[in-house]
């Protein structure tokens, strides 16, 4: 079968099909992926064939708009309140245009079902922020899926949103996603539903089924495989630490939400090299200016593979990014979260509340504070143990070879329920 991988020009959203990519091409079935051309290079070193679509999404320009400049919305898990009526219209009011509109800008969709509509797929995997992919699956009569690299907060929206919409008069039955959808598929000749929002199935690329959201959809589970693109071991990685290693990263996208941070990285690296520890931390020229001295237990690089690294670390430090979040789930690393936008906070809540890790909003940051809750970490036997169990957990999902032969099946059972023709295009759609 031929199947479409596609996701916005972000490498840190792409990374979860990646593995899915490789197995599907192992079974011997046809695999491109899809995306805005600055992605094009992180598609083809991951060893997958790319077709660029469209234009870049002008992510710059869109944090500069009104009320996107403290990054994206709080997402409703992240409140200890329930969530209202306006909340949720809120929250659909902004991810529309500042989130889903953006990334799926209208050039890159109307490129995406042209090639679709060409190359015709039998699958479509798409990650979430990504619904061009549902989109283009519809326009070409492929079965198309989700696959998650975090928790399921847009799809747990998604829910929220519509139960609250029901209790509601008609006469106030806004949909900013559904309408955006509606009018978008409506390009093409199709109607909107709701599974062009969720996919006719999820796959969960990194969370073990404890730590997920109750969603409602059919989902299956993925052992996590760790992605982080052209990887070298370093030397210094072959030896085993002589004190217990700590990993202090902000990954490839956490130093742009740096704002409300009561310290420094540079500060709290300081903070964690005295504790009788080795700290191997990710920063940047700019954060490495403000470190000053390196102390002797601290080793600073630019860029280490987490799937090397965390097998070595009886701790992580970081902002809750999905690589890192899996690399350490997959290994049994409890974690130490700094979070404070979009899922981050919750995983770091469901995390702590199991005793695989602990969670530090970044406004409440302090030395001591910091350093007491990283040597609980890493000397406490407890935060360990939790963590081994839910690296137990995720060892027994299946793994991306396995998942094969299910997405096989779904597009049989597709193939049997379709139409014998495609419906004719509506006036003006792409042909």
Not at 247 to 262: E, I, N, R, S, V
Not at 337 to 359: F, H, Q, S
Not at 393 to 421: D, F, I, N, S, Y
Request: aromatic content about 6%.
């Amino acid at each position: 079968m031929r199947v479409l991988l596609t996701s916005f020009a972000l490498a840190s959203h792409y990374n979860c099909l990646v593995p899915l990519g490789w197995a599907l091409t192992a079974a011997g079935h046809e695999v491109r992926v899809a995306s805005q051309p600055s992605l094009t290079d992180a598609i083809t070193a991951s060893g997958l064939v790319a077709v660029p679509v469209g234009t870049d999404p002008e992510l710059e320009e869109v944090r500069e708009q009104p009320g996107a400049a403290m990054g994206p919305p709080r997402v409703h898990e992240d409140r200890d309140e329930p969530v209202t009526w306006e909340q949720a219209l809120d929250f659909d009011t902004v991810i529309a245009p500042l989130l889903l509109a953006a990334t799926n800008n209208t050039e890159m969709v109307d490129e995406l079902v042209r090639f679709a509509r060409s190359w015709r797929p039998d699958l479509v995997i798409w990650e979430p922020f990504t619904l061009a992919g549902a989109i283009a699956a519809e326009a070409c009569g492929a079965v198309h899926v989700r696959a998650l690299w975090g928790l399921d907060v847009l799809g747990s929206a998604r829910r929220t949103f519509l139960e609250l919409r029901a209790q509601q008069p008609k006469a106030h039955w806004e949909d900013p996603v559904g309408e955006w959808l509606t009018l978008t598929l409506a390009r093409y000749g199709r109607p909107f539903t709701e599974e062009a929002v969720t996919g006719r199935l999820t796959i969960d690329t990194t969370m073990p089924a404890s730590l997920r959201l109750p969603v409602g959809v059919p989902i299956v589970g993925m052992r996590t495989l760790p992605y982080n693109g052209r990887s070298v071991q370093p030397d210094w990685l072959a030896e085993p630490p002589s004190r217990p290693r700590v990993c202090f990263t902000l990954g490839g996208t956490g130093a742009d939400f740096l704002h409300d941070w009561a310290l420094s990285p540079a500060e709290l690296v300081r903070a964690a090299s005295e504790l009788d520890i080795e700290v191997v931390a990710t920063l940047d020229a700019e954060q490495r200016a403000g470190l000053g001295e390196v102390p002797d237990n601290v080793r600073i690089v630019d860029f280490v593979p987490m799937n090397l690294l965390m097998p070595t670390c009886a701790a992580v430090v970081h902002h809750g990014g999905a690589g890192t979040f899996s690399a350490a789930l997959l290994n049994g690393v409890p974690q130490l979260m700094i979070a404070n936008t979009w899922d981050p906070p919750v995983k770091a809540k469901r995390l702590a509340a199991i005793g695989a890790g602990a969670y530090i909003p970044p406004p409440r940051l302090d030395p001591r504070g910091f350093r007491d809750t990283l040597a609980a970490l890493v000397h406490e036997p407890g935060p360990r143990a939790a963590a081994e169990r839910l690296r137990q957990e995720m060892l027994a999902e299946p793994t991306p070879a396995e998942l094969v032969p299910r997405l096989e099946r779904l597009v049989a059972e597709h193939r049997a329920g379709a139409p014998a023709q495609e419906p004719a295009l509506a006036e003006g759609a792409l042909r």
